[in-house]
């Protein structure tokens, strides 16, 4: 599913919104949630999952075009975990 789709099925949905009201909430909700992840916090949405930053230590890689070793930075990375039921819902 898409941003688009999303904001298509909500709005289908909640027909006191208009398309454009509900775009917006979607927008401030995942900016919202990249907000706090920049922030290192967790976000966690109860019956889906849940989303935290894992720090990935420098390493030597390789590049795969010319083979020549190179060195990949230390990163942050966002990490999702399916909540218990979600995980229920798709086993079903």
């Known amino acids: 599913m898409t941003k688009s789709e999303l904001i298509e099925r909500v709005s289908a949905e909640v027909k006191t919104f208009s398309k454009k009201d509900v775009e917006i909430i979607v927008d401030s909700l995942f900016d919202s949630m990249s907000e706090s992840l920049s922030r290192g916090e967790k976000v966690e949405i109860r019956g889906f999952g ?43």
Do not use: D, H, L, T
């Open 50 to 92: 849940s989303f935290k930053i894992k720090e990935r230590e420098g390493r030597q890689g390789r590049n795969p075009k010319s083979g020549e070793n190179i060195y990949i930075e230390a990163k942050r990375v966002p990490f999702f975990k399916a909540g218990k039921e979600i995980r229920e819902r798709i086993n079903k």
